[in-house]
């Protein structure tokens, strides 16, 4: 009995790789681009501070009524950040700082001498803080 040894084949192809590209578009309920909804007014009556929750996003990942003065600069936020907020008004006074992660809240006093147009807020490494890297 003669046995025929088959010849090997070749190995088998990679699978082709699966690609997919996704455009979202966001509107509300009447069809108003999302990029299109102006922020809420103001809702309540002489506020004694202002809170803000550091979520460590870009400023093109964010969405607030700051994106025209919100820079990113070496690489942006990161997970956890020193955050010093000043009076960028007439006397550049300390509001507040504090080193931040993702998640925690950081609160500025507010008063009528202080407008919430005129506080700056600095983003900066928490090894370096030299290094900034969100000035909104």
Same mark, same amino acid.
């Given at each position: 009995?003669?046995?025929?040894? *088959?010849? *090997?084949?070749? *190995? #088998?192809?990679? *699978?082709?790789? $699966?690609?997919?590209? !996704? @455009? %979202?578009? $966001? ?8 990029? &299109? %909804? /102006?922020?809420? /007014?103001?809702?309540? &009556?002489? #506020? ?7 979520? @460590? ?25 020193? !955050?010093? $907020? ?7 006074? !300390? ?8 998640? &925690?809240?950081?609160?500025? /006093? ?21 290094? !900034?890297?969100?000035?909104?």
């Amino acid at each position: 009995v003669s046995m025929v040894t *088959p010849v *090997p084949t070749e *190995p #088998p192809t990679e *699978p082709q790789s $699966c690609r997919v590209s !996704v @455009a %979202i578009a $966001c509107a509300d309920e009447e069809g108003t681009n999302c990029n &299109d %909804i /102006p922020s809420t /007014p103001k809702q309540c &009556d002489d #506020p004694s501070v202002l809170t803000f929750v550091y979520t @460590a996003q870009t400023c093109e990942q964010s969405f607030n009524s700051q994106d025209d003065s919100c820079e990113d600069s070496n690489d942006g936020p990161s997970t956890s950040a020193t !955050v010093v $907020c000043i009076n960028s008004g007439s006397d550049s006074a !300390v509001l507040t700082d504090g080193t931040l992660i993702v998640g &925690d809240t950081i609160t500025v /006093p507010f008063n009528i001498a202080i407008i919430a147009s005129s506080i700056t807020c600095t983003v900066s490494s928490i090894d370096n803080t030299d290094e !900034v890297l969100q000035t909104l």
